[in-house]
């Protein structure tokens, strides 16, 4: 039995946070294993539950308020000096937050088979913000890096002379837990069979999220054809949203339902998922829709090249192209036939990590 433990600085719903639950529950990290899971605070108290029983969960904060941040703070600065004058307390360290760099020092510290996960593609990062990144992370320095993508690996081993020991696990696939979810019912009367029904999944971030594109693009079409677009999800750019969708007399057409606990009956009833970010770790909204068998709209960020095949949707690789794609699909839309083997793929996920730590 190893020891193990794990950092992460929040648990919230959020795409990261969601793919370390799965990770947690999937992998079976603790069915052989001792795991302590440092954990700066929780957005939502019910996301604790999800997390196994027998890993040991240390939240630095009960509330991310003032006394809560000083609180975490000393906690993080005695857990530093505790693990600099006594290195390698456990047998595997993981980082999986991978912007701190508190929790990327304790990681190092606490372990010489030190792991940190990658979640964002750094070629989004100007030269001067890499440097910084390089120096605030030190990649380097782990034993391990886990990238979710080979485009966030090539974009990260492109900074460094050094060859980084680098491997490439997406995220895991709660292919069970997703469909059981998806025949919820709704509350909301939005979907019409005679209407296409497009849907798009993210947080409320322009700078990322690029939202703006469907807005402008179906004030574009709403004239000439017969659809609508549900955003699920916030941020702080929705009021932002909420007044171009005014300003462009779109309210019949595009409806923000703000965030769901449980966005899967809405994906599952959509016709299409249309995914448009400019930058992205993985994009985990993009499995969750091929396990519902929804065809897919995608720009080509983080690794939507290696989820998005031709039997599953569509990748757009300019902006310019994202209207004929739309109006493709509305002219002609369709359910695809290929099953998602999501088994198949968490088997190969969990083989691949059981190597890195070194579990039989």
Known sequence: MKKIVIYMSRLKHGGMEKSLIDFLNMSSISEKNDVCLYLGYTMDKNL???IPKNIKVKLLAKKWNILGKIIAGIKLVLLKIRFTLVKDTYNISICYTNHQKIF???ARLSSKNSILFVHSDVSRYSSSEM???KKKIKYDKFKTIICN????KNALQSKYEKKLNIKVIPNYIDGESIIKKSNEKIAEDIFDKKTITFINIANHV???KNISLIINTSAKLKNNHNFKVLLIGSGKDTDYYKELIKELKLEDYIFILGTKSNPYPYLK???????TSKYEGYGLVLNE???LGVPIITSNCGASEEIVTKEYGDIFY???EFEKLMVDFINKPNKKKTIFDYKKFNKKITNEFKNIIGEE
Request: hydrophobic content about 35%; overall charge negative.
């Open 48 to 50: 604790l539950e999800l």
């Open 289 to 291: 829709a091929k396990v």
């Open 318 to 320: 300019k902006d310019s």
């Open 149 to 152: 993508s080979n485009k966030s």
């Open 131 to 133: 440097e910084k990144m």
């Open 206 to 208: 322009e700078e990322f």
């Open 269 to 275: 009833n959509s016709d299409c998922l249309l995914f």
């Open 104 to 106: 990327s020092d304790l």
